[in-house]
């Protein structure tokens, strides 16, 4: 993968928004875009995401040679890069509670949100410029700061868990832990291994979760992923399903 080259603003409406215009302008690929600060950051499901000043806010723009179904893997890769540059950049001495991942997409310490990854792809055509495919969004947020309101939610920064982390050393260690796990991933080839990676940085098997995938909310168990990376609940019965997509709560 081509080293991606680094691209700071101070403030835009969304960096997701901002990444996927400049790439598909003909901007070249991969590259970071990095905000100090987003006036209309974006969550899951178009949801808020409140994005002050302090706080991570990037995304990375990456051309892809596979499918929309498998670039779908990317919220398991980004999951397993942000522990992984967390916990290189979080001294042990500070107590710091070990984040966690629940799927598809929450960085969380406890039952708090730290952070979320918002995966989005679009088509390349060479009326785009020289790039052809498809481009992947990779957005990632994180309270390092503070830790802004999300109604119906706990959350967490890592200032709140006596944790200061210079912004530049997060977004070096994200930025490095992102490429590997790029690398491992090799588009879908090495997504067994990426997955097996997920598990031992998410929830425990057996953490009670309640998800909305449909017109009633199910509720159970996290029995794990699927080979696919889908969201496998066990009911109390031990029935295990199924979800490819769905709002997932801590029950």
Same mark, same amino acid.
């Given at each position: 993968?081509?080293?991606?080259?680094?691209?700071?603003?101070?403030?835009?409406?969304?960096?997701?928004?901002?990444?996927?215009?400049?790439?598909?302008?003909?901007?070249?690929?991969?590259?970071?875009?990095?905000?100090?600060?987003?006036?209309?950051?974006?969550?899951?499901?178009?949801?808020?995401?409140?994005?002050?000043?302090?706080?991570?806010?990037?995304?990375?723009?990456?051309?892809?040679?596979?499918?929309?179904?498998?670039?779908?893997?990317?919220?398991?890769?980004?999951?397993?890069?942000?522990?992984?540059?967390?916990?290189?950049?979080?001294?042990?001495?500070?107590?710091?509670?070990?984040?966690?991942?629940?799927?598809?997409?929450?960085?969380?310490?406890?039952?708090?949100?730290? +952070?979320?990854? @918002?995966?989005?792809? =679009?088509?390349?055509? !060479?009326?785009? $410029?020289?790039?052809? *495919? &498809?481009?992947?969004?990779?957005?990632?947020?994180?309270?390092?700061?503070?830790?802004?309101?999300?109604?119906?939610?706990?959350?967490?920064?890592?200032?709140?868990?006596?944790?200061?982390?210079?912004?530049?050393?997060?977004?070096?260690?994200?930025?490095?832990?992102?490429?590997?796990?790029?690398?491992?991933?090799?588009?879908?080839?090495?997504?067994?291994?990426?997955?097996?990676?997920?598990?031992?940085?998410?929830?425990?098997? +057996?953490?009670? @979760?309640?998800?909305? =995938?449909?017109?009633? !909310?199910?509720? $159970?168990?996290?029995? *794990? &992923?699927?080979?696919?990376?889908?969201?496998?609940?066990?009911?109390?019965?031990?029935?295990?399903?199924?979800?490819?997509?769905?709002?997932?709560?801590?029950?």
């Amino acid at each position: 993968m081509t080293l991606p080259r680094f691209i700071h603003v101070a403030e835009t409406g969304s960096t997701n928004a901002e990444a996927m215009n400049r790439a598909l302008a003909g901007e070249r690929l991969p590259f970071w875009l990095i905000a100090d600060r987003q006036t209309a950051g974006r969550g899951r499901s178009g949801r808020a995401w409140v994005s002050e000043q302090g706080n991570l806010h990037a995304s990375l723009a990456l051309p892809l040679g596979c499918g929309p179904a498998i670039a779908s893997q990317l919220s398991i890769v980004a999951g397993v890069a942000v522990i992984d540059a967390l916990a290189a950049v979080i001294p042990p001495s500070t107590g710091c509670p070990q984040p966690r991942l629940k799927w598809p997409n929450d960085i969380l310490i406890g039952p708090a949100k730290l +952070g979320g990854i @918002l995966i989005e792809t =679009a088509s390349l055509s !060479p009326g785009n $410029g020289p790039s052809s *495919g &498809l481009v992947a969004i990779i957005g990632i947020g994180l309270n390092l700061a503070h830790a802004p309101p999300i109604e119906g939610r706990a959350v967490t920064s890592l200032s709140s868990h006596a944790c200061s982390i210079y912004l530049k050393s997060m977004i070096d260690a994200l930025a490095s832990a992102l490429a590997h796990s790029l690398i491992l991933w090799d588009e879908g080839a090495g997504f067994q291994a990426v997955r097996m990676f997920w598990l031992e940085r998410a929830l425990p098997i +057996g953490t009670p @979760l309640t998800v909305n =995938a449909g017109p009633e !909310p199910a509720s $159970g168990t996290f029995a *794990g &992923l699927d080979h696919d990376g889908a969201l496998l609940l066990a009911d109390p019965g031990g029935r295990i399903a199924r979800y490819t997509f769905g709002d997932v709560t801590l029950t």
